[in-house]
């Protein structure tokens, strides 16, 4: 369009009908760039062609003359795709301003002078923008990552492993982030999640640190311990909530530069956002899978007590049947008898009836059946994790003790292990007196052994809980009424979770100590969570 | 002599029509034994066929090695013989779904549903016993 503004404002070199086609072919041959090659590649070297056609020995001294040769860069954004942003045409555009100015001759140096400083401000612009383009795609990918904790349905510390990798390719070599939640005051850090499976951590911070990470500041080179290695090479990044405080703890690659980056303050406000959703989403799910439990037992419960009455109505039916001389049984000898011990069999199974009625109306008894799936020993950390600290938010953590260099597979499944860790941890809370203990540890067998430590008030119920959760009779089990141990045992033994109760004395005292084994999933090429 | 063998795992709940059982042949001059099995580690196969009628529990011992499906397919796959003699015993109205799943036809095996009627098993057991004689 700006050409033909050239065809009637100046004196051009050739004549205007030569103009007038090659205006034409540029319209033709850009149509099929864009809308039948359907591609941009290329379409800033027709331009530069078009631009060259018309000014060549033209005087670029005229202000629509000197238009025309910045149009290119005052409108780049008209070139800016996935091909062209990041470098522009720099050197093609340079070449056309030195073609145009040697065909019409030597001007002022001045001139020249002016031109190149118009170049270079409109380039410098375009590279700036062209920066800030690549930093806001960058952090859009970042985020991007995070929201796969929505979109692609994994787990929150997943998402730091995805962050990583995204920085690796900037250049940003990151060894671990790992998230801690604090009070107001930062006087007792609680791990949240990690990147990398957590034994033990030490986080020792001064007043001064702790004051710029209340104001939401992030700090550097902090006394920072994981699994008792020194982390050095760290920045401590905080979001500020207003009950809580989140630190988010990056540490670098021993020969990466440290750097604030300004891409994970938006990146970790959305991750505690993130966090906290998780947590309001377990809370309603744990609230969801209550009430599900409740209905399957109810439902289990009564369909199983349909079965048992029906087994156990034999004796009374046969008692009808002599009554009613059914086959003429009167007439045998030992009639008498027979209704004497018929009648002694139907009171026996109508106690029974009642002894189960009586354990149904108090507890109904039945897990779900779960589907198992191997997972990792980390995301049983995760689950057992969230839920320890849901219901003892004041406990002290639960110690770990893995090998991180083996990726066994544990046959399981994560709602199973949602109501047995919560069955069995409500219950330590609910009978502990002050002691409260819990052991993750990974045996060089490979067996996954939870250990739940607890202090007691009555010894004798505890004598008892431990014999029924050692009973290899499951009837046995069913008829207690106390700590939830035949749903206990139920879930575990749907999972192949092996159970172990037994009395230890630690610091002069006595505990009650449940063991969950957890054995190697045979088959390990099942999907790893 | 009639010997029947029950696969059973609740054999309290059942003793009552088989006592009565036991009255009626012995009021008709003759004798009804019966072996009761827990588990099916204590069938002895090989005695099977000696069995004038046995008598399976879907729901067996949990320590049972084998459930009353498995028993039945054993029964139809190895000793087909004597699954007109066999007849299930179950507290489960519906059995139908349970017999699809594990491979077994509806029509069969006759199937006892609990409460047991002794008269229904004694005429079970006349039947098979005047088939085995015809």
Redesign the interface.
């Known amino acids: 369009m700006f050409g033909v503004v050239l065809l009637f404002a100046v004196d051009l070199a050739l004549p205007r009908p030569i103009y007038v086609v090659v205006v034409f072919v540029y319209v033709i041959v850009s149509f099929l760039l864009l809308w039948y090659w359907k591609t941009r590649r290329y379409s800033h070297i027709l331009d530069l062609c078009l631009i060259l056609l018309f000014l060549f020995g033209v005087d670029v001294g005229n202000c629509f003359c000197f238009a025309f040769l910045l149009f290119p860069l005052i409108s780049r954004g008209v070139y800016i795709d996935r091909y062209t942003y990041d470098k522009f045409f720099i050197p093609e555009y340079i070449i056309l301003v030195v073609v145009v100015d040697a065909s019409f001759g030597l001007q002022n140096i001045l001139f020249y002078v002016f031109q190149a400083l118009v170049v270079v401000m409109f380039a410098l612009l375009y590279w700036m923008s062209v920066q800030r383009m690549k930093d806001d795609k960058r952090m859009a990918q970042m985020l991007d990552k995070a929201d796969d904790y929505f979109l692609a349905q994994i787990k929150s510390y997943e998402v730091y492993k995805k962050i990583i990798e995204r920085l690796s390719i900037e250049g940003v070599e990151v060894k671990s982030i790992t998230c801690f939640e604090c009070d107001s005051q930062i006087q007792k850090f609680h791990l949240v999640n990690s990147s990398y499976l957590v034994s033990t951590f030490f986080l020792n911070l001064n007043t001064i640190e702790k004051i710029h990470l209340q104001n939401g500041d992030s700090i550097s080179d902090v006394d920072y311990m994981l699994d008792n290695v020194k982390q050095k090479r760290n920045e401590v990044y905080s979001v500020v909530q207003p009950s809580t405080i989140f630190l988010f703890v990056v540490v670098y690659q021993p020969d990466a530069a440290i750097l604030n980056n300004p891409d994970f303050e938006p990146l970790f406000l959305r991750m505690s956002r993130i966090i906290t959703f998780e947590r309001v989403m377990r809370e309603k799910r744990d609230s969801t899978i209550q009430d599900m439990i409740k209905k399957s037992r109810f439902v289990n419960g009564a369909t199983n007590v349909m079965h048992f009455i029906k087994n156990r109505l034999t004796p009374l039916q046969t008692l009808v049947d002599l009554a009613k001389n059914e086959g003429d049984v009167k007439k045998l000898d030992n009639f008498d008898e027979i209704l004497e011990k018929t009648a002694f069999s139907a009171q026996r199974e109508i106690n029974a009836i009642l002894d189960k009625a009586e354990y149904l109306l108090n507890k109904q008894n039945n897990p779900f059946v779960f589907i198992k799936e191997g997972y990792d020993a980390h995301t049983i950390f995760e689950v057992l994790s969230s839920i320890w600290s849901n219901l003892l938010p004041l406990s002290d953590k639960i110690v770990v003790d893995t090998k991180q260099e083996v990726k066994t597979l544990y046959e399981s499944n994560i709602e199973g292990l949602e109501i047995l860790f919560s069955d069995i941890i409500g219950n330590m809370n609910k009978y502990a007196k002050n002691y409260l203990s819990c052991v993750f540890k990974q045996n060089d067998n490979s067996i996954l052994t939870i250990s739940f430590e607890n202090d007691f008030g009555n010894s004798k119920d505890i004598e008892a809980l431990i014999n029924d959760v050692n009973n290899p009779n499951k009837d046995a089990v069913i008829y207690r009424t106390s700590y939830g141990v035949a749903n206990i045992r139920a879930i575990s033994d749907n999972l192949c979770v092996g159970l172990l109760a037994s009395l230890v004395e630690k610091d002069n005292r006595e505990l009650y100590r449940l063991e969950l084994n957890f054995k190697p999933k045979k088959d390990e090429e099942n999907t790893n969570h | 002599m009639k010997k029947i063998l029950i696969i059973e795992n609740?054999f309290?709940?059942?003793?009552?029509?088989i006592?009565?059982l036991v009255?009626?042949y012995?009021?008709l001059q003759e004798e009804l034994t019966y072996k009761v099995c827990v588990k099916s580690q204590e069938v002895d196969w090989d005695g099977l066929p000696t069995y004038n009628v046995i008598l399976v529990d879907l729901s067996l011992a949990?320590k049972s090695e084998m459930d009353g499906y498995a028993i039945l397919n054993k029964i139809k796959a190895e000793y087909p013989d004597l699954i007109s003699r066999t007849a299930v015993i179950t507290?489960?109205?519906k059995v139908e779904e349970a017999f699809k799943e594990k491979g077994i036809e509806m029509d069969e095996f006759k199937v006892f549903?609990?409460?047991?009627?002794?008269?229904l098993l004694?005429e079970f057991i006349d039947e098979v016993t005047a088939e085995k004689t015809v």
Not at chain 2, 113 to 119: A, D
């Open positions: 609740e309290q709940s059942m003793i009552a029509p006592m009565v009255g009626q012995k009021n949990a507290g489960n109205g549903t609990k409460p047991l009627k002794y008269m004694k």
